[in-house]
């Protein structure tokens, strides 16, 4: 498939590379680099992202060049990074252009024009490393900044089941490549707002522990007490992970419509993607999602009662 995708390529110039709304690392490393690697073929590349680059990625390499936007601009090829329908990109415009899809989720499905899912790799960073390779274009420092940055924070800091030595010779041939991980590091783990830690303290205060099973919320209204972002969400619900007898952490977070975005990680002993994807969400193993109705009791109830039927608690 990767000779698929490379083939593709060379055939078109103009490109759009995009990836899920509210990205995660590995969603804008990979973009980052893709684009990078297609202008370094010649070709015209722009990265576009419904909700652009949160914060704590804006210091990565060619960030300054990704466009936030509703609509897909004109182009010969789109490059979906992470995404296992159109409708993840909430980019409106898809649906007429020829379409390249690469991701390494469980829930991958082959909706574009050409498909490349690879579910034994931990982050898409290493099918778009790969494809960097195949291309003979040479990764240089940013490039290599951009992928291990992906890299690092899809392994959970090469600490999430999966991980293995195949993971860390990508991870070494990045940093031979330039890749400071120190430095890829800092803005992820030592660069949280105010508001994050804020929202953190309202969430532990609040934290339920049953068994295996530990679950967090916040609620709109904290949110907005705290002037949080929705990006300062993001990774609370590994704390909630962290208590010594837990197998499943799950993060429930209130949205302006009164719905719940519910985050699931798991240790690796239960496969959180399947009980997302009972939900109509999606993921890997040890980390998925969806987003299920109000309020709140019933929104817990609904998916701790679906993890008593795996029989886990
Ligand atoms: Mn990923």
């Avoid at 579910?119 to 490393?129: G, K, R």
């Avoid at 049953?210 to 949080?228: P, Y």
């Avoid at 193993?285 to 299920?292: D, L, N």
């Amino acid at each position: 498939m990767l000779d698929g995708v490379l083939q593709e390529i060379r055939a078109r110039h103009r490109f759009v590379v995009t990836s899920h709304a509210r990205p995660d690392g590995d969603g804008i490393g990979s973009a980052l680099a893709c684009g990078q690697m297609l202008r370094l073929m010649g070709k015209e590349a722009v990265v576009v992202l419904h909700d652009g680059v949160p914060r704590i990625y804006q210091n990565l390499p060619f960030a300054e060049l990704a466009i936030r936007a509703n609509e897909v601009p004109a182009n010969d090829a789109v490059i979906l990074l992470e995404c296992d329908s159109t409708r993840r990109t909430l980019l409106n415009g898809l649906d007429e252009c020829f379409l390249i899809n690469i991701d390494h989720h469980l829930s991958g499905r082959a909706f574009a024009d050409i498909n490349w899912i690879d579910s034994t790799v931990m982050a898409t960073a290493e099918l778009v490393y790969k494809l960097i390779r195949r291309a003979c274009v040479p990764v240089d420092h940013d490039i290599a900044t951009c992928l291990y940055t992906a890299l690092m924070t899809d392994t959970g800091s090469f600490m999430f089941a999966g991980t293995n030595e195949h993971t860390f010779t990508v991870a070494r041939e990045l940093v031979l490549a330039g890749a400071d991980p120190a430095q890829c590091a800092r803005p992820i783990y030592f660069g949280h707002s105010t508001a994050k830690m804020r929202l953190l303290g309202a969430a532990l205060s609040n934290l339920h522990h049953e068994g295996s099973l530990s679950w967090i919320s916040v609620t709109q209204d904290e949110i907005k007490k705290f002037q949080a972002r929705e990006e300062d969400c993001e990774g609370l619900v590994n704390y909630a992970l962290s208590i010594f007898d837990v197998q499943v952490a799950i993060f429930f977070r209130e949205l302006p419509d009164k719905r719940f975005r519910v985050s699931l990680r798991s240790k690796g002993e239960i496969n959180v993607s399947k009980i997302a994807e009972d939900f109509g969400g999606g993921g890997h193993k040890c980390a998925s999602g969806c987003a299920i109705d109000g309020p709140l009791d019933r929104a817990v109830s609904m998916i701790i009662d679906r993890l008593r039927a795996e029989s886990i608690l």
